[in-house]
């Protein structure tokens, strides 16, 4: 009887031992005498003791942040970048077999590819152009990382912080712009409003009289401002016509 039971406790401990429930998001990367067998799960599989051995593997997609990393711009401006990766296992086989540690190496292959790809680019790129950037970087990262079977997602940039010299510095350059942006509307608006006075000295021109008529209503419009000196030039073709009606009448009356 003890030794019955003795076998009876050794061969139920080798079923608990031999059993493995694996979630429906996991899988099991079985190894028979070392060599690779088949991937196993979700749900009830069966491994035999000392004969064959399983590494889980968790298929969900996976967050990881990209430590911030210091590099260079194209246009020599140091910055600070970090960002996110989301990326998950579609290749449990290779997973295991290809690398030892898959999150590892996709940690630290993230951040070469974010220095050296950022590195190529300027400033004002890195700000304005983030999406760009992003599946730039998402394109080199999926395309190494699938001999390990896993796939990136997405990358995004999250940060990219400049010195506050630079900040300085950028605060300037960005009034400057301004400035030259108002004085080239400026001078946009100066050139057509020149243009639209050749356009009326050419239509004043046609007849002597309308020139004449433009002065009297002009001194019409200021005449109302009581409470100053109005010092208007008179035009000479004014006075000309003025006094050849002024001798004109007495002549007449002769």
Excluded at 170 to 177: G, P
Aim: aromatic residues 4%; hydrophobic residues 45%.
């Amino acid at each position: 009887m003890p030794i019955a039971l003795t076998v009876g406790l050794l061969l139920a401990g080798l079923i608990i031992s031999s059993v493995r429930i694996l979630r429906e998001y996991e899988r099991g990367v079985v190894f028979q005498l070392g060599r690779f067998w088949k991937v196993k799960g979700p749900g009830l599989i069966i491994i035999i003791p000392g004969l064959q051995t399983m590494e889980r593997i968790d298929l969900r997609t996976k967050v990881m942040d990209v430590p911030s990393q210091d590099l260079i711009s194209k246009d020599n401006v140091s910055v600070k970048v970090n960002a996110v990766v989301y990326f998950r296992v579609v290749d449990p086989e290779k997973a295991i077999i290809n690398v030892e540690q898959f999150y590892e190496a996709t940690s630290q292959l993230s951040q070469t590819t974010l220095r050296s790809v950022l590195g190529q680019h300027d400033l004002d790129e890195m700000l304005s152009e983030r999406d760009k950037l992003n599946e730039q970087i998402q394109e080199i990262l999926d395309s190494q990382t699938d001999a390990w079977g896993v796939k990136v997602a997405n990358v995004e940039i999250k940060h990219v912080d400049i010195d506050a010299t630079m900040v300085r510095a950028m605060a300037r350059q960005a009034e400057a712009e301004r400035q030259r942006r108002a004085k080239v509307i400026h001078a946009e608006g100066e050139k057509q409003a020149a243009e639209k006075l050749v356009e009326a000295a050419k239509e004043l021109g046609q007849d002597p009289r309308a020139i004449q008529l433009r002065y009297l209503s002009t001194l019409t419009e200021i005449a109302g401002d009581k409470s100053s000196t109005i010092v208007f030039p008179l035009p000479i073709d004014l006075i000309d016509s003025l006094a050849g009606r002024g001798l004109a009448k007495p002549q007449a009356r002769d």
